[in-house]
């Protein structure tokens, strides 16, 4: 690009993510100052990628998506971080919406929020519902990340100076249908987990239709049904999804139901 590089750092954590890092660093090549990647021990070629870029690349031992995302603010030698996951796009119409807005307005602003959108498997179509739209690019002398195990957001002080952008992030959350099974399977089991320790109850009649509502919810509440085949399909397996967790505890709630008193 024909422009001077935006005072920004970007930073991106991640751990075998072979088949996808290259394409997250590519989005953000050129027109940013610096890129950091923090690997927790990649097995894949991971990091073999990563040195074939401009990016600059740091090990740090797994403690948590705060922690990390805070190790990589450390190393940052801009004020202003735009962070995105390993699994994040940004895409081109962000991009000029970003260095646009960035060249006129950062002296005035702490903060940018950024919606970030799903991109549906064999389409790459986005999807209309914007459940997420977190600061992802701020002024680490402003806000930084939490330092929490799980809740990985930009805390910022009241009366902080945010934007809004409107054009967003693609999200590809999932490599396939296999993986999103695979990812289905391994979050329903820490559902079940999170409903037994909360002492949750689950009644026979929510698990026989929470399948339908769910897929209703989906299907039109948030808009699935714009695109088409693949938003059935996803449809489909949000529902799934719920109905997984409640057959999961179900399993769970008669394995470990009391012995009938005599």
């Known amino acids: 690009m024909n422009q001077p590089k935006l005072p920004i750092s970007v930073t991106i954590i991640c751990k075998n993510e072979a088949d996808r890092i290259q394409e997250t660093i590519n989005a953000v090549e050129g027109w940013v100052d610096e890129i950091i990647v923090i690997d927790s021990g990649s097995t894949d070629g991971t990091q073999e990628i990563v040195t074939k870029t401009s990016a600059k690349l740091y090990f740090n031992e797994w403690q948590g998506y705060g922690q990390q995302k805070r190790f990589a603010e450390d190393l940052a030698t801009?004020?202003?971080?735009?962070?995105?996951?390993?699994?994040?796009?940004?895409?081109?119409?962000?991009?000029?919406?970003l260095i646009e807005n960035f060249n006129a307005c950062s002296d005035e602003l702490d903060?940018?929020?950024?919606?970030?959108?799903?991109?549906?498997?064999?389409?790459?179509q986005l999807s209309t519902y914007k459940p997420y739209n977190p600061v992802r690019l701020y002024r680490k002398s402003v806000g930084r990340y939490r330092d929490s195990t799980i809740h990985d957001r930009v805390v910022l002080p009241e009366g902080a100076r945010v934007?809004?952008?409107?054009?967003?992030?693609?999200h590809d959350s999932v490599k396939s249908f296999r993986h999103r099974v695979e990812k289905m399977n391994d979050y329903t089991d820490a559902q079940v987990e999170d409903m037994v320790?909360?002492?949750?109850k689950q009644s026979r009649l929510r698990l026989v239709g929470e399948f339908w509502i769910?897929?209703?919810?989906?299907y039109?509440?948030?808009g699935y049904w714009k695109n088409g085949l693949i938003?059935?399909?996803?449809?489909?397996?949000?529902?799934?999804?719920?109905f997984l967790r409640g057959i999961k505890f179900l399993e769970w709630a008669s394995k470990n139901a009391e012995a009938p008193k005599h």
């Open 78 to 97: 801009n004020d202003w971080i735009l962070n995105i996951d390993s699994d994040e796009r940004v895409l081109p119409r962000l991009r000029d919406e």
């Open 111 to 124: 903060a940018y929020k950024i919606p970030i959108l799903d991109r549906f498997l064999i389409t790459n």
């Open 163 to 170: 934007q809004q952008l409107k054009n967003p992030i693609a």
């Open 197 to 200: 320790v909360k002492a949750r």
């Open 214 to 218: 769910s897929f209703l919810k989906c």
């Open 220 to 222: 039109f509440l948030r």
């Open 231 to 242: 938003g059935y399909i996803y449809s489909i397996n949000f529902a799934y999804s719920r």
